[in-house]
């Protein structure tokens, strides 16, 4: 066996100590701004409605210096969304506030929908990153951070605050009823506050919450909702090629981290992997930073129950 001291194990030892601090030089100053816009179609509207491009944001988690993330957020208002779902964690930092609402300038002119996640209340902190492992681990919170004056930004360029209200508007078009809940994260959620189907008239549901716990998202199926968005889960944030996400975060599985997939029988749901990390854990590797323009399209119409044979296929099952 060789000796510690050995040229060789030495060259090894230095090799692997390189080729670490070249993934977290990648991770930490390339990945975690290296931005992309993801792009998903939804059959999720009635039979014969026309199109509607949702844009979908969550996890800024900005501080005033990110001056990159700002600028290609302004870009985003250049897609010319119908309706912007923003699912929270704006905030990394108690002056944020303004870099925000400039950077979102654009599209606070459009129709919006908005929650607030862990991170609008609280300032990040430093915590051991084995703790994500962990779904029960403590949880500690930093100093307070500006919500009430980002809630009143968005209000006052007319984005509808869903926490624990049902609204109906009308965007091009097409009727939509929608509801939200504070973030299940900290267990702020109060379902029961906006229980029930939503508008029959309605010709879409659309959900928000900004951690997609299953409690939450087997309410809203239950209530027959079409859509739910969600963030939070940065998309799983280090990610292994051919393996996906470490971690969620929350109570879904792997497979759910980021992007669409169904949540029973009838509700589609979309998590968002954000566009931001905690300035304590400032790194990304295979998951980019993202903003999602989702494309709402009419569902095919049902087949009868006759034609199916064996009713719901096993991905039509209630996710658990």
């Not at 390339?30 to 509607?52: D, H, K, M, W, Y």
């Not at 800024?60 to 250049?78: D, F, I, S, Y």
């Not at 681990?137 to 307070?144: E, L, S």
């Not at 599985?253 to 029988?265: C, L, Q, T």
């Amino acid at each position: 066996m060789p000796e510690l001291s050995s040229p060789a194990l030495r060259r090894a030892a230095l090799g692997a100590v390189g080729a670490a601090a070249a993934g977290i030089g990648y991770a930490s100053l390339i990945e975690r701004n290296a931005f992309v816009l993801r792009e998903a179609t939804l059959p999720v509207l009635q039979p014969g409605s026309s199109s509607l491009r949702v844009l979908h944001l969550s996890d800024l988690h900005m501080t005033p210096g990110q001056k990159l993330k700002q600028a290609w957020v302004r870009e985003l208002e250049r897609l010319e969304p119908d309706l912007v779902v923003n699912t929270g964690d704006n905030l990394a930092h108690p002056r944020a506030v303004p870099a925000v609402v400039q950077s979102l300038s654009g599209l606070l002119s459009r129709p919006g929908l908005f929650v607030f996640g862990s991170n609008d209340y609280f300032a990040p902190v430093p915590k051991n990153p084995l703790k994500y492992f962990k779904k029960n681990h403590k949880r500690v919170h930093g100093a307070p951070l500006p919500w009430q004056d980002l809630r009143a930004a968005f209000n006052e360029r007319g984005w509808l605050d869903l926490t624990h209200v049902r609204r109906d508007l009308e965007v091009a078009g097409i009727k939509i009823a929608t509801a939200g809940v504070d973030d299940p994260h900290l267990h702020r959620d109060r379902y029961d506050t906006i229980a029930g189907a939503p508008n029959p008239l309605a010709e879409l549901s659309i959900g928000l919450t900004h951690s997609p716990e299953p409690r939450i998202l087997d309410r809203f199926a239950t209530d027959g909702y079409d859509l739910v968005l969600a963030g939070h889960t940065h998309g799983g944030q280090l990610c292994l090629p051919g393996f996906g996400a470490l971690v969620t975060n929350c109570g879904i599985d792997r497979s759910r981290v980021k992007g669409p997939s169904r949540w029973g029988a009838h509700t589609r749901l979309h998590v968002s992997a954000g566009l931001g990390t905690s300035p304590w854990a400032p790194y990304r590797f295979c998951c980019r930073p993202e903003a999602t323009l989702l494309t709402l399209v009419a569902a095919p119409p049902k087949r009868p129950a006759a034609d199916t044979g064996h009713g719901l296929s096993a991905s039509e099952a209630v996710a658990r």
